[in-house]
């Protein structure tokens, strides 16, 4: 089955330290994204990455940290310059083509990072 | 101002009961989205439209590119359709990004 995947679902860190999240998807799909979500708000843009070894930064990229040597992983570090990195974190991939917004989008299931 | 809004922010109804939520924007757009979040967090596309109309089930979403203005439909509601209903607005600037709105919550009770 074709898909993405998002490991671990829940994180739990103490204040200073840095994590990955790790995000793979097996549908050959050439651009990738991570997303922030915080209660009763939007999905935030933190990092996309178009093609491999290639990204930008998204809306909220400060404190984060991404990656892009395969095209199947795309893995998400949140360091400790992150000041408020409690969130629900969901990675997605589509299609590349124009970058216009008309790609399906598809999520992973999510990681729940709670730093203590 | 968010250039995405969607209303109501939260709607209960009854099994049975056609829901109707609404979006709209405030920007050009090169595409609209509805999507559902689950209880558990998963994201799953339901429709992508630029005109018109699109049908899936009993999920209808419908949008008016003069009005500035989509609303997605669900017909015989039923409580597994609880879930967050998500709008989101393909910008058409070529970088990737998608406006989001802040989405629609949905009990349905049986």
């Known amino acids: 089955d074709g898909g993405i995947t998002q490991s671990p679902k829940y994180l739990f860190r103490k204040e200073g330290q840095n994590v990955t999240l790790s995000c793979e998807q097996n549908l050959n799909h050439d651009a990738m994204y991570w997303y922030r979500q915080d209660p009763g708000q939007g999905l935030r843009l933190i990092y996309y990455s178009q093609i491999v070894n290639d990204f930008q930064k998204g809306d909220i990229a400060e404190g984060y940290s991404v990656s892009r040597e395969k095209k199947e992983s795309f893995p998400l570090t949140v360091t400790s310059a992150q000041k408020n990195p409690t969130a629900f974190y969901l990675c997605?991939?589509?299609?590349?083509?124009?970058?216009?917004?008309?790609?399906?989008?598809?999520f992973g299931p999510g990681t729940r990072l709670t730093v203590l | 101002k968010n250039e995405v809004e969607q209303s109501p922010q939260n709607l209960t109804a009854q099994e049975g009961e056609f829901i109707t939520i609404n979006c709209s924007y405030s920007?050009?757009?090169?595409?609209l989205h509805w999507l559902q979040q689950h209880p558990g967090g998963g994201i799953v596309s339901l429709f992508m439209l630029s005109s018109g109309k699109k049908k899936h089930g009993r999920l209808i979403a419908t949008i008016n590119i003069q009005e500035k203005h989509s609303s997605l439909h669900i017909t015989a509601s039923h409580p597994r359709d609880s879930a967050v209903y998500i709008c989101a607005a393909g910008s058409g600037d070529s970088n990737y990004q998608l406006i989001w709105g802040a989405g629609t919550k949905l009990i349905i009770k049986p």
């Open positions: 997605a991939s589509s299609i590349d083509n124009s970058g216009r917004g008309t790609d399906t989008q598809y």
């Open positions: 920007v050009g757009i090169s595409a």
